[in-house]
Nanobody
Framework: QVQLVESGGGLVQAGDSLRLSCVASARTFSNYVMGWFRQAPGKEREFVAAISWSGSNTNYADSVKGRFTISRDNAKNTLYLQMNSLKPEDTAVYYC?????????????????WGQGTQVTVSS
């Protein structure tokens, strides 16, 4: 069982930056592929980014490539999402998720554990 707690969301203006964090309870955090997803009102949950166990392999949605950076600190059991050049269309609840199997996958169904989410609102 893995418990995930996100933080760092907030209200910002277009062009600003935010860094999201996700702390995991698992003692074996380094065994999990981790991902960030987001869900805007009335829309399906969508993939944002994923990172391998070691951090050497990452995967990004086209919509955030070049603006967002996923990283992890296994010693602190923490996942990060650095978000730069934010746009109003980035407004959503952001979730971190953990995947037991290998592969920096993008489908929500491939992740077993989920946090409660943190709201990010970008005003124009």
């Amino acid at each position: 069982q893995v418990q995930l707690v996100e933080s760092g969301g907030g209200l910002v203006q277009a062009g600003d930056s935010l860094r999201l964090s996700c702390v995991a309870s698992a003692r074996t955090f380094s065994n999990y592929v981790m991902g960030w997803f987001r869900q805007a009102p009335g829309k399906e949950r969508e993939f944002v980014a994923a990172i391998s166990w070691s951090g050497s392999n990452t995967n990004y949605a086209d919509s955030v490539k070049g603006r967002f950076t996923i990283s992890r600190d296994n010693a602190k059991n923490t996942l990060y999402l650095q978000m730069n050049s934010l746009k109003p269309e980035d407004t959503a609840v952001y979730y971190c998720a953990a995947r037991i199997s290998t592969g920096v996958r993008s489908m929500p169904s491939e992740y077993r554990y989920w946090g409660q989410g943190t709201q990010v609102t970008v005003s124009s």
